[in-house]
């Protein structure tokens, strides 16, 4: 888990857990009161039910991959690979182009692979930008689409918590029996908790769990399509031959300034 993530997390559930022991124990009752596994089940089975209807089985299972990539892994290293593409285009500049096909399978990024191929290959600039454009705009169009799967369980979760709420409120309604009053008090308090914790359920899930791992897996789309640009021109530059310190100060500008300092220039000796 990358540091913001894990920060994230133990500020929210231990920040959320020591407000409700806080409250719980100045009412003299027990913590145990906010655990329903009937309203939890009601949420959670409802959401995933719902997902898999709205959803092809692979892609969910897909997105289910992109978390754990999101929340593992660190920011993408970006300046590794213009470094790399630095010293690549070095490699270029004194053998040739031609003589990068070797590099072409050791760099470890199918998408570098497939401009360098290009490259040794001698396709025409305008081409290998038409078609790495296009592979930047496919990927970012089907992972942004499987992000769209974690908004949905986010919007899902509260009306799901609205529907154990129904339920609750069923319960009570069946339960008001006014000649058992220790029936009644039981079926009332029964229906109430389940009522409230399932909206309450819902709440957190969307809030604390569902919408930012949307906007976490988002994030690392952006960046990784960051990525891909910087790539392909990358390969560009490599195709034209360009000096390494060039190569360095082109690519550098699809980051944020304050990160410029992370990027040693190579002379691709």
């Known amino acids: 888990m990358n540091l913001s993530t894990f920060i994230g997390a133990l500020v929210g559930f231990i920040g959320l857990g020591a407000a409700i022991f806080l409250q719980t124990e100045a009412a003299g009752i027990s913590i145990y009161v906010f655990w329903n596994l009937l309203s939890l089940l009601i949420v959670l089975g409802g959401v995933i039910a719902a997902t898999f209807i709205a959803y092809p089985f692979r892609d969910v299972l897909s997105v289910m991959k992109g978390l754990r990539l999101a929340i593992t892994r660190d920011e993408l290293p970006v300046a590794a690979y213009i470094q790399e593409i630095e010293s690549l285009s070095g ?15 050791e760099v470890g990024n199918y998408f570098l692979e497939d401009g360098l ?18 592979q930047i705009n496919y990927t970012y169009q089907r992972e942004m689409g499987e992000a769209k799967i974690f908004r949905t369980m986010a919007r899902l979760a509260p009306a799901f918590g609205v529907v154990g709420t129904l339920i609750g409120l069923v ?13 009644l008090m039981k079926t009332l308090g029964s229906g109430m908790a389940t009522a409230l914790l399932t909206t ?5 899930l969307s809030n604390l769990i569902f919408f930012p791992i949307a906007v976490k897996v988002e994030k690392r789309i952006e960046e990784r399509v960051v ?4 790539i392909m021109e990358g390969a560009l530059l490599i195709l034209k031959r360009t000096p390494p310190a060039l190569v360095h100060d082109r690519l ?18």
């Open 171 to 183: 319960i009570m309604m069946q339960g008001l029996d006014p000649q058992d009053a220790g029936k």
């Open 117 to 134: 191929r290009m490259v040794v290959e001698k396709y025409p600039p305008e081409d290998i930008r038409e078609i790495m454009t296009d």
């Open 252 to 269: 550098k500008a699809f980051l944020p300034p304050q990160k410029w300092a992370s990027i040693k220039k190579r002379d691709g000796k």
């Open 91 to 105: 490699e270029a500049l004194r053998r040739g182009a031609s003589q990068l096909e070797g590099a072409a399978d």
């Open 200 to 204: 309450f359920y819902g709440i957190l």
């Open 227 to 230: 990525l891909m640009n910087i």
